[in-house]
């Protein structure tokens, strides 16, 4: 049984810094595409960040340059570092990762066609 658990969410300042974790289990993360998403009461989920099964990352224009991406592939989990927070940065994160392998199939700037989803991790921004 697959399943991606996140954590590392809570309550931060802004311009301060948050990391949040995802693990796999029954499911080898570094293998398949996944991605970072959020979304906030009362808008639509967006894509934070995705990295390919071939290392590459992408981020989205909102927080390139804040946010970072890494994996442990002995650990099984990715990580997205949150620095320079924000108060639009609060929401509800959710990590997602795709059966398939390379090509990545999903749509990571709406969270569209992936397989698996986290329970997801709550972030606060507070000004």
């Known amino acids: 049984q697959v399943q991606l658990l996140e954590s590392g969410g809570g309550s931060g300042q802004s311009g301060g810094s948050l990391r949040l974790s995802c693990a796999a289990s029954?499911?080898?993360?570094?293998?398949?595409?996944m991605g970072w998403f959020r979304q906030a009461p009362g808008k639509a989920r967006e894509g934070v960040g995705n990295i390919n099964a071939d290392g590459r990352i992408t981020y989205a224009d909102s927080v390139e340059g804040r946010f970072t991406i890494s994996q442990d592939a002995a650990k099984n989990t990715v990580y997205l570092q949150m620095n320079s927070l924000q108060s639009e940065d609060t929401a509800m994160y959710y990590c997602a990762a795709e059966v398939a392998y390379l090509p990545c199939l999903g749509d990571y700037a709406a969270g569209r066609g992936l397989d698996y989803w986290g329970q997801g991790t709550q972030v606060t921004v507070s000004t």
């Open positions: 029954g499911f080898t993360l570094n293998r398949h595409c």
